[in-house]
DNA sequence: GCGTGACATTTTTTT
DNA sequence: AATGTCACGC
């Protein structure tokens, strides 16, 4: 059994695997493998005995990373993977927070706010303080109270020099208050309470620390600083870290990862045992010439390269459409090709870096007739009607869940408005409860809603799971809102899925679970996407954005819209290392191809309903020439095309060049449209902001 | 209380 | 082009 576990492992694979009982750093490059011996080092050390699977916490960061791992988990060992602490940061939070509830100061039945669910909270906060939502916009709000959680800064320990800071750092505070007070937490709340718990707590910090000996990480570079605290602390001073990631796919820089992470975790943990995997198993070699070229250009890297002992194989096809429309039909020719010559429409994909760039794609495959699935866009746990049926689930779990009655009190309408409202909110601020609270005090309009709540709480009283949801779904009145739309069909389908996913959760849940089925199932909801949807399954082509492909292998790879301000992204321009990380993504592109490889772009395309003119991405100029293999009769590569290029040659100007208008300053063009007179640029200036300019009238120096 | 039209606002996304 | 947000009028 040993030697099998161990056997199709190549010599850095299972040096990895086999380490000692310490922390490590497994770098591992792109279809090195990452998965297998992360599963398999947690096979190991149980198989041999060095930690019984209880002692075992591993950490992904997707849902589905955590399934797949667990199902290899249980395929590799005779053991039952239930109990054991495989999940997401926030799954695993969350399971720590529902069984220490009390410790951390939480209701028993918290609620878990999404992304929208936050920023509705944020919203109501900001008009209960009369904040002016110019001058502080939700979003903005909202992005500043994750980003200091997710850099573990509670609000009163948020720096703030300046007055706007200082008042974001009260708004802070104040939405925290808010939580507390509903019993909510919003996602990065999670990490921080838990985190906070185990720090306070020194009896459960020692319950757990003692508990798990082995600590394993998955796409390490992807952990921002919260959740490297989180490790550390779980971890304490004896745990062994095993961290696998690879700081060349590190893509999420813009929502606070921190691939800094890597190196300190090198220099405090790992010294001495880090294992690089760079033979690739997945592409052949011109693809991976292609991707170590990209890369190689990158500074700050901790250095890999990735090998293969497969041939050479295909040189990366190039071609340039003189539109976006001929990108496409280009595009989906060779798809049809390749599908007459047996191939398998499934292991295609068709990659882009923004999702406005799929209309295009789609309308030329729908006209083809050729079936595809596009990935991202609204996620089923996500939609309206499904968002509703589960904020009535918490009132009945939850009552004072403020958001929750705020979203169902008037759907389907029942002539609750704004007015009432907001009686009732300042009856309730006046009290001092939450808005149910006041609503059952005082009726008055509400009655009825009122009763419909107490009904429902009657009606689903020992039920199942499912059937509980059923009643709640029909008594609600949603189910009779929905059939009387004309579009609510499908809607009702989407609440009879969800009937089906609780009758599943419940089949699967586990019974060792602190919490009731109602309260597991709404986190459940909260903390997972809901991946499939119809068209799983089927062959088709896969469309979806670079990040988005991150993980997945095809055999052919479509690389679309490889234009300057497109991929690199014009907005990368200004951040900093904002290129680095587009080369990252670039790289994260290439890599996904085992076998063939396109790459397009367009001298021209539809964008925000305007047509602009872009020239040949850079990316493509980092490409060894070698491997390349272009389709175009002429193919200057790395030449400016269109329009807009001569317009830049005649004012000698490009994007990223630095230049000084008299009244704005020194600033930095990110962007150009038009030709002759009608030129414009983007100029991103120090002090005035970015502002579009008309070359003629500019009079830019440079 | 609800429907309508003007208006801005457009990277990437998981939990 | 397409989508969401918001103020306004019925």
């Known amino acids: 059994m040993n030697d099998t576990l161990l056997d199709t492992l190549n010599p850095e694979q299972r040096r990895a695997v086999t380490l000692p009982d310490a922390s490590a750093l497994i770098l591992a490059g792109a279809g090195s493998g990452k998965t297998r011996v992360l599963t398999t080092r947690i096979a190991w050390l149980i198989q041999q005995g060095r930690v019984s699977p209880l002692g075992v916490l591993a950490v992904t960061f997707t849902n589905k ?10 395929a590799l060992l005779p053991i039952s993977t239930r109990g054991m602490w495989v999940g997401t940061f926030h799954g695993l939070s969350n399971r720590l927070l529902r069984t220490h509830w009390r410790e951390a100061g939480l209701p028993q039945s918290f609620q878990i706010l999404d992304h929208q669910d936050q920023l509705a ?6 008009k209960a303080l009369n904040v002016d939502t110019e001058k502080y916009e ?27 800071t200082r008042r974001l750092a009260e708004l802070y505070a104040a939405y925290d208050v808010q939580c507390q007070r509903e019993g909510v937490a919003d996602f990065p709340e999670l990490l921080l309470r838990a985190y906070e ?48 990631g690879d700081d060349d796919q590190s893509i999420y820089a813009f929502r606070g990862a921190n691939t800094g992470n890597m190196a300190e975790f090198e220099r405090d943990y790992a010294q001495g045992r880090v294992i690089k995997l760079e033979r690739n198993y997945r592409s052949h070699g011109h693809i991976l010439d292609a991707a170590n070229a990209l890369i190689a250009r990158n500074t700050r890297r901790l250095g890999k390269n990735l090998w293969t002992e497969d041939g050479k194989g295909e040189r990366l096809r190039l071609f340039q459409g003189y539109n976006d429309q001929e990108e496409a039909a280009f595009v989906m020719d060779e798809i049809r090709q390749l599908e007459r010559a047996g191939a398998s429409l499934a292991d295609m994909a068709v990659l882009y870096r923004s999702n406005a760039q799929s209309r295009v794609l789609e309308h030329a495959l729908f006209s083809a007739g050729l079936p595809y699935r596009v990935y991202g866009g609204l996620r089923f746990f996500e939609r309206q009607e499904i968002k509703h049926a589960l904020a009535y689930l918490r009132m009945l779990t939850h009552p004072d869940d403020d958001g929750a009655l705020l979203r169902v009190v008037n759907f389907p309408a ?17 009290a001092g409860t939450s808005l149910w609270q006041a609503a059952c005090t005082a009726p008055g309009k509400l009655a009825p809603f009122v009763r419909l709540i107490e009904d429902l709480k009657r009606a689903i009283d020992g039920l199942p799971l499912a059937e509980a949801l059923a009643q709640v779904i029909a008594l609600s009145g949603l189910e009779a809102f929905y059939k009387g739309e004309r579009e609510g069909a499908e809607r009702l389908e989407n609440l009879g899925e969800l009937v089906n996913a609780a009758a599943l959760f419940e089949q699967e849940r586990e019974e060792t679970e602190a919490e009731g089925p109602l309260d597991a199932f709404l986190a459940h909801a909260a903390l997972e996407a809901g991946e499939h949807q119809a068209e799983a399954g089927r062959d088709a082509v896969q469309l979806m954005t670079v990040h988005a492909a991150k993980g997945l292998e095809f055999h052919t790879v479509f690389i679309t819209g490889l234009e300057e301000g497109l991929f690199p992204h014009e907005q990368s321009f200004a951040e900093n290392d904002g290129l680095e990380e587009e080369r990252r993504l670039m790289y994260v592109a290439l890599t996904r191809a085992r076998r063939r490889l396109y790459l397009t772009f367009a001298q021209s395309r539809l964008l925000h309903g305007q047509t602009r003119c872009g020239m040949a991405s850079r990316f493509l100029d980092e490409l060894p020439p070698g491997a390349l293999l272009p ?40 962007d150009f449209e038009g030709r002759g007179g009608d030129a414009r640029v983007q100029v991103k200036f120090g002090q005035a902001g970015t502002k579009w300019l008309v070359l003629q009238y500019a009079n830019l120096q440079h």
Do not use: C
Request: charged content about 25%.
């Open 138 to 164: 939700p979003r903005k709000v909202q992005w500043f109270i994750n980003a200091n959680k997710e850099a573990g800064l509670r609000a009163h320990r948020v720096e703030a020099f300046d007055p706007h």
């Open 414 to 430: 029942r002539g609750i408005g704004a007015r009432t409202l907001e009686g009732l909110q300042e009856r309730a601020r006046a």
């Open 631 to 670: 389709l175009n009769r002429s193919v200057p590569v790395p030449a400016p095309y269109g329009a807009a290029a001569l317009a830049k040659s005649e004012a000698g100007l490009q994007v990223g060049q630095s230049v000084r208008h008299a009244k704005f300053g020194a600033g930095v063009i990110v």
């Open 121 to 126: 909270a944020v919203k109501r906060l900001l």
């Open 65 to 74: 990373a955590a399934k797949e791992m667990l199902a290899r988990l249980a």
């Open 197 to 244: 718990l185990l720090e306070r707590n020194e009896l459960l910090r020692q319950h757990y620390q003692e508990r798990f000996r082995h600590i394993l990480v998955d796409e390490f570079q992807d952990t921002n600083a919260l959740q490297y605290r989180w490790l550390r602390l779980f971890a304490g001073p004896q745990a062994a870290l095993f961290a696998v």
